[in-house]
């Protein structure tokens, strides 16, 4: 069973990474992330992960089979697809409105928490940035990691 933390001195850290885009797909961040994290030596806690935008999202996915990633940008072309006629918001351009139904379909933090000083992500998992605009990006990503 889980152990309790007894005592412990508890610390924060804030670092803000950017993340650079060409186009829409999944961008994985955890070589960004990883070394962050087991840099502050916390050895229990918690990793949250923010993205400052309302285009973009972030998603813990299988990172083993390129597949995945690419059948998720698959699904979620039919789910909000690039078509003027059925939105409103259109200054931006025809990828921008769709762009903001992935993002509120999925996430703009994430949770992680920090066993024994490392992510306690599953074999198979990473974390990604999700870009769903059609052009280039520098997106920022805030983490804050809190414990002992």
């Known amino acids: 069973m889980g152990r309790e933390a007894r005592g412990g001195q508890l610390k924060q850290f804030t670092r803000q990474i950017a993340v650079a885009?060409?186009?829409k797909g999944l961008y994985a961040i955890d070589a960004q992330v990883t070394p962050w994290v087991e840099e502050c030596g916390v050895r229990t806690g918690l990793l949250t992960v923010f993205v400052q935008h309302t285009s973009a999202s972030l998603v813990i996915q299988e990172n083993a089979d390129p597949d995945v990633v690419r059948d998720l940008?698959?699904?979620f072309a039919r789910l909000a697809p690039e078509d003027q006629r059925?939105?409103?918001?259109t200054v931006e351009g025809p990828d921008d409105m769709p762009a903001h139904i992935r993002a509120a379909l999925t996430q703009t933090h994430l949770a992680i928490p920090i066993h024994e000083g490392r992510l306690a992500l599953g074999t198979w998992q990473g974390i990604y940035l999700f870009e769903h605009r059609a052009a280039n990006h520098r997106r920022n990503v805030v983490l804050h990691l809190l414990g002992e």
């Open 21 to 23: 885009t060409r186009g």
């Open 73 to 75: 940008n698959d699904f």
């Open 86 to 89: 059925l939105y409103r918001h």
